[in-house]
C-alpha cells in the first residue's frame, strides 16, 4: 500500500485560495479585483489580478471612431483578417514591409492567430488584455512586495497614482502601453533585483512597438556607464530646461536606422506633423493639459526629495541607487524626445520607473518630516490626475465592468461606454 498523505488545515486553507479567484471571475470579476488588492499578499491574489484584467479586455467597448482610436483599428484589422484568411507565410512576410506598414510583431501576429477562430474584436482585447495584465501585475506586485507593514491610506493614494499611469484600458493602444509595461518590468528586474531576464524582457518590448529601441539603447548604454547621480542629476535638470529641439538634426541623426523604421521615425519628425500635433493639443480641453503636468510637478517633487532625503539609506541601499540613476538618466532623454511628436509618450515611462523608486523608499525607510509634509501638499495634485485617468477610462468601460460576468458578457454585449451615461445627466 502506497503511504498515507496527511492534509493540514493550512495546506487546505492555501488549496482553497487558489481556487478563489477563478469563482470570483465566473461569478463577479470586479469583486475578484477588490478582493485581490485588499488581500495582495496572498499568493493568488495576483493572479485574480490578471483574470480580472482579461474579462475587462473582454467587455472593452472598442471604439468606432476610426480617425481617433486605434482599438476601432485593431477590430477592422482582425475582421480583414478574418475573411480573407492569410497564410502564415504571407503574414510573416508582410512584417517589416512598405506595404502593410507592419514594424512590430506582436500586435499583426496575435491578431492573425484570432482571426483563424473568429472575427469578434471582444476575443482580441481579452487576449490582448491578458498580456498587458500580466506584466501590469508583475510590475504592481513588485512594488506591493516592498510594503511589509499595513499600507496607509496616504500611501494607497501614491500606489493608486502608480497604477493610472499605465491603466488597463491603454490597450486602446495596445502596442505602446504593453511594450512600455514589459520594458519596465525588464528594467524591475535587470537594475532592481540583479536578474538578467530583465534584459531579456527589455529587449521583447522593440518586438511590441519599435519605438522601444531607444529605451532599450538607453539601458544598454547606462550600464556602461559609472554610476554617479550627482551627474544624471545634472542632465535631469538641464534638460527640463531645453524647450525646443531641430526636428532635421534629428532625422539626421537616424540615418543608421533600417529604411523600414526610418520613414516612420521621418513621418514624427515633419514639421507639418508637429504643427498638427500642436493645433489638436491646443483644441483640447485645459485639464487634458494640466494633467500631465500636475503629475510632472508630483514626480519631480518625491523623486527629487527622495534623493535628497535618503542619501545615507542609498550608501547601502545598492539596487534603489541604481534604479534611481536610470531614471534620472532615462528621465532626461524622455524630455528630450518630448520635444519631437509623439516623443512625449516615453515620459509616461519615466514617470512610471520614477514613481516605482518612491515607492520603494515609502515602503522600506522612514519618511523624515519634509517628505511626510510634502506627500500630503502634492495630494489634491495627485488626485487631480487619477480622476482625469478614470475619467479616461470611462470612454472605454461599459457598465458591465463594474456588475457583469463572463457569462453575462457572452449573451449581451455591452457597446455604451460610461461617459455617454454621464453626459447624459447634464444635457
Not at 478563489?20 to 499578499?41: A, C, E, T
Request: aromatic share 20%; net charge positive.
Amino acid at each position: 500500500m502506497g503511504k498515507s498523505v496527511t492534509i493540514t488545515r493550512d495546506q487546505k486553507k492555501r488549496t482553497t485560495i487558489n481556487y478563489l479567484p477563478f469563482l470570483l471571475f465566473v461569478i463577479w470579476p470586479f469583486g475578484l479585483l477588490l478582493n485581490s488588492l485588499r488581500n495582495f499578499r496572498v499568493p493568488s491574489s495576483k493572479t485574480g489580478f490578471i483574470l480580472f484584467c482579461t474579462y475587462f479586455g473582454f467587455v472593452f467597448v472598442v471604439s468606432r471612431d476610426i480617425g481617433g482610436a486605434d482599438s476601432a483599428r485593431y477590430a477592422i484589422i482582425l475582421a480583414d483578417m478574418h475573411e480573407m484568411t492569410p497564410s502564415f507565410d504571407n503574414l510573416w512576410a508582410s512584417l517589416y514591409s512598405f506595404e502593410t506598414s507592419y514594424i512590430d510583431i506582436y500586435q499583426p501576429l496575435l491578431t492573425w492567430i484570432v482571426s483563424i477562430f473568429t472575427a469578434n474584436p471582444h476575443v482580441l482585447f481579452a487576449i490582448f488584455a491578458f498580456v498587458f495584465g500580466y506584466f501590469y501585475a508583475n510590475n504592481l506586485w513588485f512594488v506591493l512586495g516592498h510594503f511589509k507593514s499595513r499600507i496607509s491610506l496616504l500611501a494607497f493614494v501614491f500606489l493608486l497614482l502608480f497604477m493610472l499611469i499605465i491603466p488597463i484600458w491603454n490597450i486602446n493602444g495596445v502596442r505602446m502601453w504593453t511594450a512600455a509595461q514589459i520594458f519596465i518590468y525588464g528594467v524591475l528586474l535587470f537594475l532592481y533585483d540583479n536578474k538578467r531576464k530583465g534584459l531579456i524582457w527589455s529587449i521583447a518590448s522593440v518586438f511590441v512597438h519599435f519605438s522601444f529601441m531607444l529605451p532599450l539603447a538607453l539601458l544598454l548604454i547606462f550600464k556602461l556607464l559609472p554610476r554617479k547621480l550627482p551627474v544624471y542629476l545634472g542632465f535631469l535638470i538641464i534638460t527640463i530646461f531645453i524647450s525646443e529641439v531641430d526636428l532635421f538634426s534629428v532625422r539626421s541623426s537616424l540615418d543608421f536606422l533600417p529604411e523600414i523604421f526610418r520613414s516612420r521615425v521621418i513621418s514624427y519628425t515633419d514639421a507639418d506633423y508637429a504643427y498638427g500635433v500642436q493645433k489638436a493639443a491646443a483644441a483640447t480641453a485645459w485639464y487634458v493639459g494640466f494633467s500631465g503636468i500636475a503629475l510632472r510637478i508630483v514626480v519631480y517633487t518625491l523623486l527629487f526629495l527622495t534623493i535628497f532625503s535618503s542619501r545615507r539609506y542609498l550608501k547601502k541601499d545598492a539596487n534603489l541607487y541604481l534604479l534611481i540613476c536610470f531614471t534620472l538618466f532615462f528621465y532626461g532623454w524622455a524630455n528630450l524626445a518630448s520635444l519631437v511628436p509623439s516623443g512625449a509618450r516615453f515620459l509616461v515611462v519615466a514617470n512610471m520607473l520614477s514613481m516605482a523608486s518612491v515607492l520603494f523608499y515609502f515602503a522600506k525607510y522612514k519618511l523624515n518630516l519634509p517628505m511626510r509634509i510634502l506627500r500630503i501638499v502634492t495630494l489634491p495634485l495627485v488626485v487631480f490626475y487619477c480622476v482625469f485617468s478614470i475619467r479616461v477610462g470611462f470612454d472605454f468601460i461599459g457598465i458591465s465592468t463594474f456588475f457583469g460576468n463572463p457569462f453575462v458578457a457572452i449573451l449581451f454585449e455591452d457597446t455604451k461606454p460610461i461617459i455617454e451615461f454621464v453626459k447624459s445627466l447634464f444635457t
